[in-house]
């Protein structure tokens, strides 16, 4: 059964960084073949996709908000995608999870879209703080 797994969330304050990690298992294809996402949300608020990264490392979106402070990243070999996220603003806290799928439309469309991915995982939470 497919399933993702994320970690790496906690209480950071305002300028730090962390580091997201969402692992893969259980999918029917190598890891490399799917769109890998990002999301946020914060509750009263609509998701958000924060960034996307398709089968390779040239077709990325980011999202307005996050650009220049966030990276996102995949490591096919250990099914794992990352999310580094720099200059941490309070305006980044929520809970963050990674979705998947296979790439059916541009990874812009399915960043924006959201619904475009059939995978979820459970979430971590990012609080930015002082």
């Known amino acids: 059964q497919a399933q993702l797994v994320e970690s790496g969330g906690g209480l950071v304050q305002p300028g730090g960084s962390l580091r997201l990690s969402c692992v893969a298992s259980g999918f029917g294809f190598p890891l490399n073949y799917y769109t890998i996402g990002w999301f946020r949300q914060v509750p009263g608020k609509e998701r958000e996709g924060v960034s996307c990264?398709?089968?390779?490392?040239?077709?990325?979106y980011y999202a307005d908000s996050v650009r220049g402070r966030f990276t996102i990243s995949r490591d096919n070999d250990k099914n794992t995608v990352y999310l580094q996220m720099n200059g941490l603003k309070s305006e980044d806290a929520a809970v963050y999870s990674c979705?998947?799928?296979?790439?059916?439309?541009?990874?812009?469309?399915?960043?924006?879209?959201?619904?475009?991915?059939?995978?979820w995982g459970q979430g971590t939470q990012v609080t930015v703080s002082s």
């Open positions: 990264i398709g089968s390779t490392e040239r077709d990325i």
């Open positions: 979705a998947a799928d296979l790439p059916l439309k541009d990874v812009q469309t399915m960043c924006t879209g959201g619904s475009e991915f059939d995978y």
